[in-house]
């Protein structure tokens, strides 16, 4: 392995170390936020971050055609999965979620093939299959024990589906602009967006919430790593290592989630949510075996 891909590796495994406080983060911050605000607001400081980006690289607007895959990747990715996941975490735990949310790169996957043309092997359904029987045998198991029966679960898998279909949007654009001007394109021109909701979703909701310094930081950082710097990292690890090979670390993110889960919220990791993210890992590296040029999803 040269100098290069082992940088590139570097790169791709400081990306989803990032990526894997998204969930112990948000947990932190809807504990003094409304979801709404966390969701919006995680989106403006994003946009913020991007827009200073935008306007110190003088980049101009992106070609119109681009526009509807840039919107439909707005939708999923500063709306959808953090609106959702936000939600869910109210009601249930982050490693809980980690579990669930696992099963992201394959579903994926699956919208590449379904809505990208692209082509897989037997090899792939079969490991398809086998991460969505882990994580209904869990489900099944775990969620009717939440505070909230199967409803964390429910939102937990929209939130995944919204995800997956807005990197399958966000890579169409990918391919004409930079994967680090893409992201801040979609943050910056979602501003008109977020910074409303932000706004009324915080003041209609402050007085029921005792808003902690933890509750804070959580919502800063998610801010700015999850949902903005580790896209930088990620797509400058793809391009030095490979996205075959890059991609390969993300197969780490789940089982970090759940170390972060029990070293920053207290939370308890039992052997049967060891156990199935295992398992989910292991589909994912085994579909990785039989899948042919298809997008690896990154979790914000």
Same mark, same amino acid.
């Given at each position: 392995?040269d100098?290069?891909?082992?940088?590139g590796?570097g790169w791709a495994?400081?990306a989803v170390?990032?990526?894997s &406080?998204s969930l112990p983060?948000t947990k932190?911050?809807?504990e003094g936020?409304s979801?709404?605000?966390v969701?919006a607001g995680r989106?403006v400081?994003?946009? !913020?971050?991007a827009?200073?980006?935008?306007?110190?690289?003088r980049?101009r607007? /992106?070609p119109?055609?681009?526009w509807r895959?840039? #919107?439909?990747?707005a *939708?999923?990715?500063m709306?959808?999965?953090?609106l959702l996941?936000?939600?869910a975490?109210q009601?249930?735990?982050?490693?809980?979620?980690?579990?669930?949310?696992?099963?992201m790169?394959l579903?994926?996957?699956a919208?590449a093939?379904? &809505?990208? $043309?692209e082509?897989?092997?037997r %090899? &792939?359904?079969w490991?398809?299959?086998l991460g969505?029987?882990?994580?209904? =045998?869990?489900?099944a198991?775990? !969620? $009717?024990?939440t505070?909230g029966?199967w409803?964390?679960d429910?939102l937990?898998i929209?939130?995944?589906?919204?995800s +997956?279909?807005?990197?399958v949007q @966000?890579? *169409?654009a990918s391919?004409?602009?930079?994967?680090w001007? =893409?992201?801040s394109?979609?943050? *910056?021109? +979602?501003l008109?967006?977020t910074?409303p909701i932000?706004a009324?979703?915080?003041?209609?909701t402050q $007085?029921d919430?005792?808003?902690? #310094? +933890?509750?804070?930081?959580?919502?800063l950082l998610?801010g700015? +790593?999850s949902a903005?710097?580790?896209?930088f990292?990620?797509?400058r690890?793809l391009a030095?290592? !490979?996205?075959?090979?890059g @991609?390969q670390v993300?197969?780490?993110q #789940?089982?970090?989630?759940l170390v972060?889960? *029990?070293?920053?919220? $207290?939370?308890?990791? %039992?052997w049967? %949510?060891?156990?199935a993210?295992a398992l989910v =890992?292991? #589909?994912?590296?085994?579909?990785?075996?039989?899948?042919?040029r298809l997008i =690896?999803? /990154?979790?914000?």
């Amino acid at each position: 392995m040269d100098r290069t891909v082992r940088a590139g590796l570097g790169w791709a495994l400081l990306a989803v170390v990032l990526w894997s &406080f998204s969930l112990p983060f948000t947990k932190l911050a809807v504990e003094g936020f409304s979801a709404v605000t966390v969701a919006a607001g995680r989106g403006v400081i994003a946009g !913020g971050l991007a827009t200073i980006v935008l306007v110190l690289t003088r980049r101009r607007l /992106p070609p119109r055609h681009l526009w509807r895959p840039l #919107a439909w990747t707005a *939708a999923g990715a500063m709306v959808g999965w953090p609106l959702l996941l936000s939600i869910a975490l109210q009601y249930t735990t982050s490693a809980h979620a980690a579990v669930i949310t696992a099963v992201m790169p394959l579903v994926t996957a699956a919208f590449a093939v379904w &809505f990208g $043309g692209e082509h897989v092997t037997r %090899t &792939f359904w079969w490991a398809a299959g086998l991460g969505t029987l882990t994580l209904v =045998v869990y489900s099944a198991a775990r !969620g $009717g024990l939440t505070d909230g029966g199967w409803i964390p679960d429910a939102l937990l898998i929209c939130a995944v589906l919204a995800s +997956s279909w807005s990197y399958v949007q @966000g890579a *169409a654009a990918s391919r004409e602009l930079p994967g680090w001007e =893409v992201i801040s394109w979609i943050s *910056a021109l +979602s501003l008109p967006v977020t910074v409303p909701i932000t706004a009324i979703a915080w003041w209609m909701t402050q $007085g029921d919430y005792s808003t902690s #310094a +933890s509750a804070w930081w959580g919502l800063l950082l998610l801010g700015v +790593s999850s949902a903005y710097l580790g896209f930088f990292a990620w797509y400058r690890g793809l391009a030095m290592a !490979g996205t075959a090979h890059g @991609g390969q670390v993300q197969q780490l993110q #789940a089982l970090l989630t759940l170390v972060w889960s *029990a070293l920053l919220l $207290g939370e308890v990791i %039992t052997w049967g %949510t060891v156990g199935a993210a295992a398992l989910v =890992v292991l #589909a994912v590296a085994w579909a990785q075996r039989g899948r042919s040029r298809l997008i =690896v999803a /990154p979790e914000e």
